[in-house]
Each structure stands twice: as C-alpha cells, then as structure tokens.
C-alpha cells in the first residue's frame, strides 16, 4: 500500500504553514504525528496534494498548568502527556486515559492535536477532551479562534476546523479539588479502539451530596458526547448503588451507536449501562468529600 503522489512541504514557521494551507485551498493535509493520517493515505482513502510537516515548529508543543487549567500545545506528544507528573498529580483521568492509548510506539509518535483533529469517536483523548469542558484555540491567516468543545465535533472524522486553520493549543478545566475520576474502556484487543469507552468526574460537598459530576462517552455515536440529562440525575443527591444503575440506565438513552463489524449498537447499550456505572462507582471511591475549591 502506497500512497498517491503528493508534495511534501516542511514549513520553518507557524506563519508559513498558515499560508500554504491558504494558498493551497484544502488540496494540503498537515502532518503531526501521523499515526491517522499516514494510514489513511496509504489505504488512498485521503489523497491530498500537498503535506505539510509540522513537526519542526517547537512553539506548537508544551505542557502548562496555570489558572486552573492544563493547556496543551497541538505537536505535544501523548507520551509527554502520559510521564508528566504534574498531569498525573493534577489531573489524574488524563493520564488513565491516555494509558489506554495504542502501544508506547504510537504515543511516542502520536500528538495530542493529531487525536482531537482527527476526530474519532472512539478514540481516548476526544473523550477525555469532552469530559473535561476543553477549549481549542485555532489559527488561520485572518486571526485566532476559540472553539469549546461540544462545538467542535461535527461527526465522525468531522470537526468545525477550517480548511485554512491549524489547532495550535487545547485548554482543558481542573476539576474542582478532591474530585474522584475514572477512565475506562472496552476494545477487543489492548491498544485497540475503545468499543465503548467512559470518562466520569465526581465532586461531593461536606454533607456528601454530588455538586459537581462530568459523564462522556466514545464509541456510541458519530462523536464523543456527554451524558448531560444523566449527569443532572446526580446533582444534590447523596451516591448510592440506586442512583448509580438509574444514571447508567439514562445515559444509555442518550447514546446513539450503530452497528458495525465489532459490535452491534444494542451490545454498545448494554456496554455503556455497564461501563457508567462502575465508572461512577470508582470515581466515587476516589473522592475527598468537601473539597471543593478549585
């Protein structure tokens, strides 16, 4: 498998890549870490005519923490992400998903923009994005945008990017402190896509009632989606085993899978009732009641 012919490009700024994409007029792809991308132009299913490396422009990578929020440059590595201890200690259900992420040679290759651009459903970060209330900052010739998250999914392999803008960052909210998380996935095989996977945060008061919860996810519809009628369920009520298989009963109404060669959309269901509940029960037992400040 090969793919067709193609100019290659290897820009030297941020400012030249915006341009060719400009002056290319959709007929270019960027290349980051090119774990999707090279596939899918070997298998021909994406034929551009031009390939812009990215790769070299540093100032699209890097990890910061500040004002209550992890802000991500496009070109960072998922393996960065994956042995940051300051992730870990700050925002742990990133690093449990990432984790969960192909093989160590993919997430060595892999880029954190490269994932959420991509856009598959089932794919780890995307979830963890959407759980996480993250922002995208994008940047075309005619400026910067920022797009939040359930406005940047379209569809499956569909985001609102423009033809002419590359993701440069991706800002994800801290959870308030003592949140409990988890992050965990069903996939036929380890390092494959998730069948279905489930992102949860959980937030208790002093007195034990939920004040903050996020439930997401992948694999159950053409994009990552949040569980919102779900997670109002949750909302000033004290956790309990009932509460738990009523809210993964809901989510599951809120999912919309297919079939497909891996699993039919009924065995997503009753995978996704599972998943949310055990998912909710661990971020529960992670939890440190009252701790609620951000």
Known sequence: MKPAPFHYIAPSSLDEALTLLGKYNGQAKVLAGGQSLVPLMNFRLLRPGYLLDINGLKELSGIQLADGKLTLGSLTRQSEVEHSAEVERQLPILTEAIRLVAHPAIRNRGTVGGSLVHADPAAELPVVAVALDAELELKSKNGIRSVPIPEFFLGYLATSIGLDEILVKTSMALPPAGTGWSFSEYARRHGDFAIVAVAVLLTLDPEGKIVFVR?????????????????????????????????????????DPENDIHASASYRRQLSAVYVRRALETAHSRTQRGKTSA
Request: aromatic share 2%.
């Open 215 to 255: 439930i997401a996810l992948g694999g159950v519809g053409p994009a990552p989606m949040r569980a919102c009628a779900a997670e109002k369920l949750l909302m000033g009520k004290a956790p309990s085993d009932a509460l738990f298989r009523e809210t993964a009963a809901a989510a599951v109404t809120e999912t």
